[in-house]
């Protein structure tokens, strides 16, 4: 089989916790700013992607066109009021089963890292109190390329100081199961199996889901003919 799995990664918004709505409203807001309706079905193309990105993306459906520094200046301002909108998170916003599964990963001895394109993330997992929990985090911080690129996660696997082909890689989006791929990594996809379905595994939700669970659902099916 392509090895054993040691590390494993969280993707932050879809998997450990749900702050599209707040990303959304964030938005929203913004593209008001210039006269433009954002709606919520041009937010899937949103998924996985850095805050540049999506404004880029916004920017494009509006037809409208902005210097890079005023792009900057409209970064910063949607994620002003993104940071309101997040400060009144609690441990109740971690998605169900997630901060148990997690925290068996490490009775068990294994080595968890965030993979996120937010510059919030720290942020997120202080309010939920589950920043103790990860032993790396990689964020838009540390990066500069953007899923599908496989950056985030390739520099996750660094900082574990394991190999990418003994990481597992939990991801909501498309472009994340892309990235992961990428990276050489097994990939569980949470959500919708029609969009996620290049994904080694495809679950709903954290809760029932174990160790064992994994892998005999992935590991056994990468066994060497």
Known sequence: MKGEIRGFIFDLDGVIVDTAKYHYQSWVRLAKTFGYHFRKQDNEALKGVSRMQSLEII????????SAAEKEIMCAQKN?????????????????????????LRRRNKKIALGS????????????????????????????????????????????K????????????????????????????????????EADLVISTFNQLTWRSIKSKILASKQDP
Request: with cysteine; aromatic share 6%; charged share 30%.
């Open 59 to 66: 920017l494009r459906l509006a037809g409208e066109k902005r």
């Open 162 to 197: 394991v190999k990418t082909e003994e990481c597992l890689v939990f991801e909501d989006a498309e472009k994340g199961i892309e990235a992961a791929k990428a990276a050489g990594m097994y990939t569980v996809g949470v959500g919708d199996r029609k969009i996620l379905h």
């Open 80 to 104: 002003e009021w993104y940071r309101e909108l997040i400060q009144g998170m609690t441990k109740d916003n971690a998605l169900p089963g997630v901060n148990r599964f997690i925290r068996n």
């Open 117 to 160: 394109a937010s510059k919030n993330a720290r942020t997120i997992l202080k309010q939920i109190k589950m920043i103790h929990l990860f032993d790396a985090i990689v964020d838009g911080t540390n990066i500069s390329k953007g899923k599908p690129d496989p950056e985030v996660f390739i520099k996750a696997a660094k900082a574990l």
